[in-house]
């Protein structure tokens, strides 16, 4: 069988590809865009790890088929800073250590910063399930949910 | 030159102790930065691995023909390719490891010893065709009964793994072979005297689960082999040394010739101090003669990797009526998996080393049984050992009515006690840890009914071991710092603030890397919490040396005696009349000059880090049971914990907070849950269920620091002793919720709710 021919928008930019019928989209960042900043940890969509936005939708991009994403817009960690500015949840997750290993990282900020699109006023709770979804091993989560907050905090403030 | 004392900025300040940004920080939230999966090379193919489907069965043939004439299937390989090894024990971390069973492990020979062992591997030019060549693989086996349950292990009639396999460390000999590999114990005073002294004794038996790591990032390898015997090498490794020696080893190559870069590593908690994947990728590019990546899958991970050893442990500890232990006594079986080599001697050792008991005796054995081999687990053997004695502390200190902080005070090991173990201890932080906890608000705080609050201790040894680093002043003055012990959790932070220090220049000016094994010396593995405490070490060894020599040029140039100058501050520094003739001279400034005055500027830090310092903790929490669902949720959490001296007190804090949650997860829900028929029901991260975030609440770490006398900074190791007391402080804090004692881990929901309605207490 041809593979699938693909026009998408991938932080901001279109892109062309050809993929097989099973290539998830996160086989696709990886293996065909290069994009290796979404990360495969389980792909059975329980670790998050390569979380994505999918026309403003978070989604995990191993239980999405690239031939899905046709005339559609992902956006990935890749497309979180803006030239050499860092999102103020990147920022923010380096000043609090944030991360120890960082393999779940982009998954954790890619969810995050799809919170704080939604409301820039969320309670620890609703921070906690909101990222759920999210495994990290290493750090207990507190220092994650942590810049989360504090991150809302300064954009409340503006 | 005077003695140097430069462990500090220019302007008097210390980088070490602050909270920097970690230098490696910002590739890792820009997805920049290169994990094993995500190096690729020009022609690479897919590795792929075949597996047991059968967790005990001998091997009769393996036919590969069809697979190899499938077009696109470059290698493959089987047991045929890789020589026998010897029996030959050698240090891995903290455990024990025998090439005649890491063969063995890496491909089956003989015979198939778990559910996922693995077979045979194949190179292609896709992933697809791989998976199809696996499918053309002929397998004959021939099944074996099977045992999973370490007890059942044990017995003489129980299935037999290894018929070469008798037990060490019994008298007489065994005439027969069995499961259990070894009998270990030590033994202090004379516990059957110390019992009949004791006023109060309680015995108990536990059960513990296996439980994996857990890293996120599954293992992976890229491997690239030449014609002339050279190979490069990338992969998530917690030791890429000892990566370079197992597969040279393994494959009859030259040392010299391996070249291993450890990439960015997505966790490991001891799971990646051995080989997997790396020695196939490398006979499978040695036969394809091209470059071979091999990725594996969460479900592999799962049947074919870690975890730590579940257990069977029975404690018995007696004491006078006003709380002082007086004798203690246990007995671990730990399983091993497939091959010999559970973490049960540390189990032994670890078990009462928090207390100051005259009369000790503990007795380990390790079984083998058909499941994976079990690889360490941040603290191997400690977390289980010490859960069953802190759940009987608890026990002790309810029947004598005292606060069990002040039991645990009473009898609590200081500097000068023996251990059970061996040594005498220097300064140690246990009683400051307990003083700590009994410090907080957290204490004191009020429960409702069904919540409960635990406090448990726990202790590990630590290591130091062979170290090298290097720092390189480059012509700008800016300083290239290499480890060669992969950083997985800050470690480039905290040796590039005692860098900074040492030499006196900005912490931003200083860049570390981890360099691969052809750029460095030898490295033992991140492992045994000791990549801060000797890297640190040999930085101020490499710092030494350059500040050695800056005096030295520094004497030339002003024409000076060696005791006219001397490093402080980041400069070289005239004294007495000197100082009115020439200014001082900064790192940078001899940068420039370098080329005048004797060549590069740099020092290689190569030592075999002695004096490692033990590091105790104390763990308080409060959780809440559902009587209706069996549900224990944690409430609040506090760590306090002896770090000797925090070089980067964040990233200190997130060991003690990481490690407690991995407890947490041990405690309530991790487990392996084999079928009857052997075989791994709960390979995935849906069924094995680890903590997410809104299983926890915040964990509060408190940094106890009593310098560890035989360090320049008095560190000690701290990634590992936060996962030791959580299981006990749990474990207990469910007994003050419950009134009923749980001796089985995970206290699971069902576990609980069966509990609570053969006590009468679930209403459901």
Known sequence: MSKHHIEAKVNGDPVEFLCETEDTLLDVLRDTLSLTGSKEGCSSGDCGACSVILDGRLVCSCLVLGCEVGGRSVETIEGMAKGETLHPLQKRFLEAAALQCGICTPGFLVASRALLEKTTNPTEHEVRYWLAGNLCRCTGYDKIVTAVMDTAAAMRKG | ?764
Not at chain 2, 57 to 72: C, F, H, N, Q, Y
Not at chain 2, 486 to 506: F, H, Q, W
Not at chain 2, 564 to 576: A, I, M, N, T, W
């Open chain 2, 1 to 764: 030159m005077a003695e140097t004392n430069g462990h500090s900025q220019a302007n008097g300040q210390h980088v070490v102790g602050t909270r920097t940004v970690r230098p490696d920080g910002v590739d890792k939230v820009t997805g920049r930065a290169r994990f094993g999966a995500d190096f690729n090379l020009p022609g690479q193919l897919i590795g792929r691995v075949l597996r047991s489907p059968h967790p005990h069965a001998r091997i009769v043939s393996i036919d590969t023909s069809k697979a190899e004439a499938l077009p696109g299937v470059k290698a493959v390989i089987t047991r045929a390719d890789f020589a026998d090894q010897p029996s030959e024990f050698i240090p891995a971390g903290e455990m024990m490891m025998n090439y005649k069973d890491v063969v063995r492990n890496v491909l089956a020979r003989e015979k198939v010893l778990y559910e996922g062992h693995a077979v045979a591997a194949v190179a292609a030019t896709s992933t697809a065709i791989a998976r199809r060549a696996l499918k053309l693989i002929e397998v004959k086996y021939e099944t074996l009964p099977h045992v999973i349950d370490v007890v059942e292990a044990m017995r003489p009639d129980a299935p037999l793994l290894h018929d070469d396999l008798f037990t060490v460390g019994v008298e007489p000999k065994p005439e027969r072979p069995s499961n259990i590999a070894k009998r270990v114990e030590i033994k202090q005073g004379d516990v059957e005297a110390g019992f009949k002294t004791a006023d109060i004794i309680v015995e108990r038996e536990f059960k513990t689960a296996p439980v994996h790591q857990g890293y996120i990032e599954p293992h992976a390898a890229l491997a690239t082999f030449s014609e002339d015997g050279s190979t490069e090498l990338w992969t998530t490794t917690q030791g890429h040394y000892i990566v370079r020696a197992h597969c040279a080893r393994l494959l009859g190559l030259d040392i010299g010739k391996v070249r291993v870069t450890a990439t960015e590593i997505g966790g490991g908690f001891g799971g990646k101090t051995v080989v997997y994947l790396e020695p196939l990728a490398i006979a499978l590019s040695r036969k394809a003669k091209r470059p071979v990546k091999m990725v594996m899958s969460r479900e592999e991970v799962f049947k074919a990797s870690g975890p730590t050893s579940g257990a069977t442990v029975r404690v018995k500890l007696g004491a006078t009526k006003s709380g002082k232990f007086v004798a203690a006594f246990a007995e671990l079986k730990y399983q091993a998996g497939a091959f010999q080599g559970s973490p049960v001697q540390p189990g032994t050792m670890c078990a009462y080393a928090p207390y100051d008991i005259e009369h000790v005796h503990v007795i380990g054995y390790d079984v083998v049984s058909n499941r994976p081999k079990v690889a360490a687990y941040r603290a191997p053997g400690a977390p289980i050992s010490e859960y069953a004695v802190e759940s009987v502390v608890d026990e002790i200190a309810k029947k004598l009515d005292i606060d069990p902080i002040d039991l645990r005070m009473q009898n609590a090991a200081h500097e000068g006690t023996k251990a059970a173990y061996g040594p005498k201890f220097g300064p140690i932080g246990l009683e400051e840890t307990l003083n700590a906890i009994r410090k907080t608000e957290h204490w004191n705080a009020p429960l409702r009914k069904w919540q409960g609050r635990g406090v448990a201790s726990g202790f590990w040894f630590n290591i130091g071991g062979e170290t090298c680093v290097s720092l390189t002043v480059n012509e700008d003055g800016t300083v290239s710092l290499m480890a060669g012990t992969p950083d997985i959790g800050g470690l480039r932070a905290s040796l590039a603030a005692v860098a900074a220090d040492e030499l006196g220049v900005p912490y931003d000016k200083v860049r570390p890397i981890i360099g691969d094994t052809g750029s460095l010396g030898f490295n033992f593995l991140t492992g045994g919490s000791r990549s801060a405490f000797s890297g640190s070490m040999a930085i101020v060894e490499a710092a030494k040396q350059i500040k050695a020599d800056l005096c030295a040029r520094a004497g030339k140039l002003w024409e000076a005696k060696p005791d006219q100058v001397e490093f402080s501050e980041g400069h070289v520094r005239p004294l007495g009349a000197l100082a009115e003739k020439v200014k001082p001279m900064s790192v940078a400034d001899f940068a420039k000059v370098a080329g005048k005055t004797g060549g590069p500027i740099g020092g290689v830090g190569r030592i075999n880090a002695q004096g490692a310092g033990p590091s105790f903790g104390t763990h308080l929490v409060d959780l809440e049971v559902d009587p209706e669902t069996g549900r224990t949720t944690i409430l609040r959490y506090t760590v306090a914990q002896d770090a000797g001296r925090a070089l980067h007190p964040a990233y200190v804090e997130g060991q003690y907070q990481g490690g407690a949650v991995q407890g947490i997860g041990w405690a309530l829900n991790e487990e392996y849950v084999y079928g009857a028929d052997g075989k791994l029901q709960n390979a995935g991260f849906l069924d094995y269920r680890m903590p997410v975030a809104s299983d926890v609440p915040m964990i509060d770490a408190i940094l106890v620091e009593v310098a560890n006398p035989k360090h320049p900074y008095g560190v000690r190791g701290v990634g590992e002793t936060p996962i030791v007391p959580p299981l006990g402080a749990i474990a207990n804090a469910m007994e003050a919720a419950t009134g009923i004692r749980f001796t089985e881990l995970p206290m699971s929901p069902p576990k609980v709710l069966k509990a609570l309605k053969d006590k009468g207490l679930s209403k459901v």
